[in-house]
């Protein structure tokens, strides 16, 4: 699994973080989400999916 998150799509709700914290955190300076890993293991998956269906932006893209 890999994920790609869109900086600049993203709107900072921090839906992602809630989701999978694990995978996702927050910059302080502006609430933007950042990934912690862009390939979590697989045990991470649904948390991630979540993440991804939370996501009002529609930032995070998962693939494989």
């Given at each position: 699994m890999r994920i790609t998150l869109d900086e600049e799509t993203c709107?900072?709700?921090?839906?992602c973080v809630l989701a999978a914290p694990e995978?996702?955190?927050?910059?302080?300076?502006?609430?933007?989400?950042v990934l912690?890993?862009?390939t979590p293991?697989?045990?991470q998956r649904a948390a991630v999916?979540?993440?991804a269906i939370r996501c009002p932006a529609l930032a995070i893209r998962i693939t494989g």
């Open positions: 709107i900072g709700a921090g839906q995978v996702f955190d927050q910059r302080d300076s502006d609430g933007i989400a912690l890993t862009e293991e697989e045990d999916a979540d993440a």
